[in-house]
């Protein structure tokens, strides 16, 4: 239920493409890291194979006749989100307000100065604005980087795509559909709405789970869950109450060609850790922030799905045009044809002709693997 929830089991988790992706999952997580390919852009391959780049993007951040399809958000980390969810995120926009700021203190006019300029000029990234930093480091932000996110997060300017990795800012009303634009639903509308969204991207989930998705609070989730649609149900296995959605439970008996396919870390199958383990019993942790030398499975680690299961993870790289496995494990000699399948997919994909493995557990699979993932 879960799998065909998230796209990853049989025909319909590919239809609409990209945009289909984005639609269905509800969120989906952005981070800086880029190995093979940047974690939003491996979570549509993930599903849908070798789609073009390109399309990715577009379906990210670009526009048709009604406005753009999506815009960034703070949901389960920053995430894309589809534009139609602009109005549901309202009760987070209103608890920033009242918060009065988030990481910096924001100077004041700066907000001002900050809304005039995007008035007058258009869109405009950090640096167009007056500059993103002081020049120290990252978190150094300048007055206007201050300024800009906090306007952000309260709602005032609006991410709708970005230039190259940077932010673009433009106001609301310039660029989102008017019908968006009305009277805001209630925090009870907006909870009950993220709910039944995070239910349905989920299949069956629990209330932890519920409020993973979108990082809502229990207390949020229990006051909305009458409300949202979804169906409480019993999973063997589990000691806390679970939900399911109904679309996941008409499902149930239905069948379809499971994807073989490498995940990123951040990828929504396998974001909460704990709940991968639960499902999967399969323990993933990202191990980029940790030292090197305590590093277990590598900087960028993306666990192998093959089956419906977890059985695998490769820490992968590049060089020129080879995909190098750095580090590699596979759970059993069975699965050994499913990673050199996904290492042979996820090359060609990033435009690879050959893959090389340096480290395998087991060691005697490593040969195999490289035959198989070359031929």
């Known amino acids: 239920m879960q799998l065909r929830a998230q796209g990853f089991l049989g025909a319909a988790g590919r239809a609409g493409g990209p945009a289909g992706v984005l639609r269905r999952l509800g969120a989906v997580q952005l981070d800086t890291i880029s190995v093979l390919a940047r974690s939003h852009e491996l979570v549509a391959y993930a599903r849908l194979g070798a789609v073009g780049r390109a399309a990715v993007e577009h379906a990210y951040w670009g526009s ?3 406005g753009p399809h999506a815009f960034e958000y703070w949901s389960h980390a920053a995430c894309v989100l589809p534009v139609e969810e602009w109005p549901h995120f309202a009760f987070r926009r209103r608890a920033f307000r009242r918060r009065g700021w988030r990481w910096h203190k924001v100077p004041e006019r700066s907000g001002d100065q900050v809304l005039a300029k995007l008035r007058d000029e258009g869109p405009l990234t950090a640096t167009e604005l007056g500059g ?3 020049g120290g480091p990252w978190w150094d932000w300048s007055d206007v980087k201050i300024a800009v996110e906090w306007l952000l997060d309260i709602g005032e300017v609006v991410c709708v795509r970005r230039d190259g990795w940077r932010r673009v800012y433009d106001l609301p009303e310039r660029v989102l559909p008017a019908r968006l634009l009305g009277p805001e639903p209630t925090d009870e509308e907006c909870l009950t709405r993220l709910v039944a969204a995070a239910g349905r991207g989920l299949g069956v989930a629990t209330r932890a789970d519920l409020a993973d998705y979108h990082r809502l609070k229990a207390v949020q989730v229990d006051g909305v869950l009458p409300g949202s649609g979804l169906v409480p149900v019993e999973v063997a296995g589990w000691q806390a109450p679970a939900w399911a959605h109904p679309d996941a439970l008409a499902e149930a008996d239905a069948r379809g060609r499971h994807r073989t396919t490498l995940l990123s870390p951040f ?18 942790r ?9 590093r277990v499975h590598g900087y960028f680690t993306m666990p192998l799905l093959a089956g419906g299961r977890l059985v695998g993870r490769v820490d992968p790289a590049r060089d020129g045009r080879t995909l190098v496995a750095r580090q590699l494990s596979v759970h059993g000699a069975a699965n050994v044809p499913a990673m050199a399948s996904a290492l042979r997919e996820a090359a060609g994909w990033v435009g690879c002709d050959a893959v090389r493995v340096e480290r395998c557990d087991p060691p005697e699979a490593a040969a195999q ?7």
């Open 132 to 134: 993103a930093k002081r």
């Open 286 to 294: 990202l191990e980029a922030y940790v030292p090197k030398e305590k």
């Open 64 to 66: 048709g006749g009604d």
């Open 267 to 284: 990828d929504s199958l396998v974001w909460d850790r704990a709940r991968a383990e639960r499902v999967f019993g399969f323990v993933h």
């Open 369 to 375: 693997l490289e035959k198989l993932a070359n031929e």
